[in-house]
T-cell receptor, first 114, second 115 residues
Framework: KAGVTQTPRYLIKTRGQQVTLSCSPI?????VSWYQQTPGQGLQFLFE???????NKGNFPGRFSGRQFSNSRSEMNVSTLELGDSALYLC?????????????FGEGSRLTVL | AQSVTQLGSHVSVSEGALVLLRCNYS??????LFWYVQYPNQGLQLLLK??????LVKGINGFEAEFKKSETSFHLTKPSAHMSDAAEYFC?????????????FGTGTRLTVIP
């Protein structure tokens, strides 16, 4: 069974640009969550999507957005990039209801903002 | 509000020695508690979870954790450390029974195993 796939794995952007990250969940998983990981703040919840609807949202500015498609694939977008957005962005998929909190993580997309 | 505190950002143990990683939680509702492990340049992998069943939870790779409500703790242990256990470990909490998958993670503990 294929795991969670995130693309791209590494990318470099400059301040003011925008970026789109993609996540393909494990087949059959309908919930996709996104987390930001930085050395200073650790792992922080961005948002969760289920059935193409945002179900939960963390405490991030509106520059951070996401969406989920009918095949459960998800994208997140960060607009007007800031230096502080440099981080590892992790996507996680899960079944809903049965295994609450049991997340399967991808290897992440490492974003560097210059 | 939920939160997790992991005591000790770095822990070093000798190979074969006991591993003890500490986690204390705060939650206004019965919590679900988790330990995840992250190897270098990889995502997180679930080690074990507590969801209000048995208080002693066994996970993968010989790890286990005990839920102690009176101490609001969920410490992770392994009787004998192996070199392959070197990684970063995260404790996490979520609200029970909501179906939500937004976890609150601790700041992590980096485990070093000395040969």
């Amino acid at each position: 069974k294929a795991g969670v796939t995130q693309t791209p794995r590494y990318l470099i952007k400059t301040r003011g640009q925008q970026v789109t990250l993609s996540c393909s969940p494990i087949s059959g998983h309908r919930s996709v969550s996104w987390y930001q990981q930085t050395p200073g703040q650790g792992l922080q919840f961005l948002f969760e999507y289920f059935s193409e609807t945002q179900r939960n949202k963390g405490n991030f500015p509106g520059r951070f957005s996401g969406r989920q498609f009918s095949n459960s694939r998800s994208e997140m977008n960060v607009s007007t990039l800031e230096l502080g957005d440099s981080a590892l962005y992790l996507c996680a998929s899960s079944l809903v209801g049965v295994n609450t909190g049991e997340l399967f993580f991808g290897e992440g997309s490492r974003l560097t903002v210059l | 509000a939920q939160s997790v505190t992991q005591l000790g950002s770095h822990v070093s143990v000798s190979e074969g020695a006991l591993v003890l990683l500490r986690c204390n939680y705060s939650s206004s509702v019965p919590p679900y508690l988790f330990w995840y492990v992250q190897y270098p340049n990889q995502g997180l992998q679930l080690l074990l979870k507590y969801t209000s069943a048995a208080t002693l939870v066994k996970g993968i790779n010989g790890f286990e954790a005990e839920f102690k409500k009176s101490e609001t703790s969920f410490h992770l242990t392994k009787p004998s450390a192996h070199m392959s256990d070197a990684a970063e470990y995260f404790c996490a909490v979520s609200e029970s029974a909501t179906g939500a998958n937004n976890l609150f993670f601790g700041t992590g503990t980096r485990l070093t195993v000395i040969p």
